[in-house]
């Protein structure tokens, strides 16, 4: 998973192992945190060979995949007087 690393565009990328130590997070074992300034960044991230490579070689071994994309700005607009309660 650390050829993640290797493709550029992120601003930050993360590679690590769950340490599960929240209960409702004991299905998930790897974590994959990457930050991206713009959707095109995000876009050519996805594109790359290596991104694609990492897909071929762990899309065998998972069970299960989570995924969000999210803009922080417009997470906690959306989120609004809910999150303040």
């Known amino acids: 998973m650390h050829l993640l690393t290797k493709i550029p565009h992120a601003r930050r990328l993360e590679v690590a192992q769950n340490r599960k130590s929240d209960p409702a997070s004991k299905e998930v074992d790897v974590i994959v945190h990457g930050e991206f300034g713009t959707d095109a960044e995000l876009a050519a991230y996805k594109a790359h ?3 694609q490579e990492a897909i071929k070689r762990v899309r065998p071994l998972r069970e ?6 999210y803009e922080i700005a417009s997470a906690w607009t959306s989120l609004g007087e809910n999150a303040r309660h």
Do not use: E, H, K, V
């Open 64 to 69: 299960l995949r989570f995924a969000a994309d």
């Open 49 to 51: 060979p290596l991104y």
